[in-house]
């Protein structure tokens, strides 16, 4: 997979260069949820925010780097804004921005996650309540017109670190160091789930009472693997912001946060190589279809986030029925005997 990756950005064009570094940071939201739901049992039907974040966080910067000072970006000026708001002047400041993109999610994540954790909330009403949260932060993304830039989002960026968005160089020097990213953050993911912090994860998944019952802090652990995947999943945001050049509310919502389960489960919820492979081939077929059938991708992930809710219920069905069966079949063996 390394190898792939590395030689990837001199046989392919500039365009699927770009996408394959958009689909890379997807999987590093998928990344997270495996950590979140696959080892943790917590299904977050809203890590749109998450991304958000880390990608407004950059986007911020992208934009105050490219002013002069005392100079305010075009969209607070035609919204008749006259300074610039206070909590936007740190950003102009890289290592700010690239803190903030990964720290606010993980902070807000875990913030969250304590207060639903220690209230017991089971894992239907938090996706619920995950949901819900996406959907009201993309609604206050556009109704902020003035300071978050609106339904369009923030977009028209120059360069980054000195570095023009132009130069191929740089666009190759972007998705090598989102492919190292991801392929250490798969490393880091492999050792840390032989710790003891994944091994207490999935005993909590297989049985949150009983864990408790030996003396683990059930929601400070559950709290981390969410701050876990928050952390991911603005570092995805940040990094898919770079290579899209544009951030906005509708990749923060609910349907994009759906698309992130839907990756994760088609790669395996316990797989971090299938997660990050379901987020490249998913991304790509998303890209076809959806250019050449644009009504049809929102029907397609209705139907697919319907099989995923579905899937594991039909296999337990299917599980009870075989052994069902399996059990009368000994039972008549026995009586004939």
Do not use: C
């Amino acid at each position: 997979m390394a190898v792939i990756l590395t030689v990837l950005p001199f046989l392919v064009s500039p365009y699927d260069l770009s996408l394959m570094g958009r689909f890379l940071a997807v999987g590093l939201v998928a990344l997270g949820l495996v950590w979140a739901w696959g080892y943790a049992g917590i299904l977050s039907l809203g890590q749109g925010i998450f991304f958000g974040l880390g990608g407004y966080a950059i986007a911020m910067h992208l934009k105050l780097s490219a002013l002069s000072p005392g100079e305010l970006p075009d969209f607070m000026v035609w919204n008749g804004i006259e300074a610039l708001p206070w909590w936007w002047a740190p950003f102009r400041n890289p290592v700010f921005a690239i803190l903030m993109a990964v720290l606010l999610p993980a902070a807000l994540a875990f913030t969250l996650g304590i207060l639903l954790f220690r209230r017991r909330v089971t894992w239907v009403y938090f996706s619920l309540i995950t949901q819900a949260l996406a959907l009201a932060f993309s609604t206050l993304l556009i109704s902020q017109q003035g300071l978050t830039g609106g339904f369009n989002g923030l977009t028209n960026f120059a360069s980054f670190l000195g570095q023009s968005f132009a130069d191929p160089i740089f666009q190759r020097g972007l998705y090598w160091a989102t492919a190292l990213l991801v392929l250490l953050v798969i490393g880091g993911s492999l050792a840390l789930r032989s710790t003891h912090f994944g091994l207490v994860l999935r005993a909590l998944r297989e049985g949150e009472n009983r864990t408790r019952f030996l003396g683990y802090d059930v929601a400070l652990y559950k709290a981390a693997a969410f701050s876990l995947a928050g952390f991911l999943a603005g570092l995805g945001g940040a990094l898919f912001t770079l290579h899209a050049g544009v951030v906005s509310p509708a990749f923060v919502g609910v349907q994009p946060s759906i698309e992130f389960v839907i990756w994760t489960v088609l790669g395996g919820k316990e797989s971090f190589f299938g997660a990050v492979l379901a987020s490249l081939l998913g991304g790509f077929v998303r890209d076809r279809v959806s250019s050449l059938f644009p009504d049809l991708w929102l029907y397609l992930v209705g139907g697919l986030f319907v099989l995923v809710v579905l899937l594991p219920a039909l296999r337990s069905t299917y599980r009870k029925g075989a052994e069902g069966v399996e059990g009368h079949g000994r039972l008549a063996q026995g009586r004939r005997a």
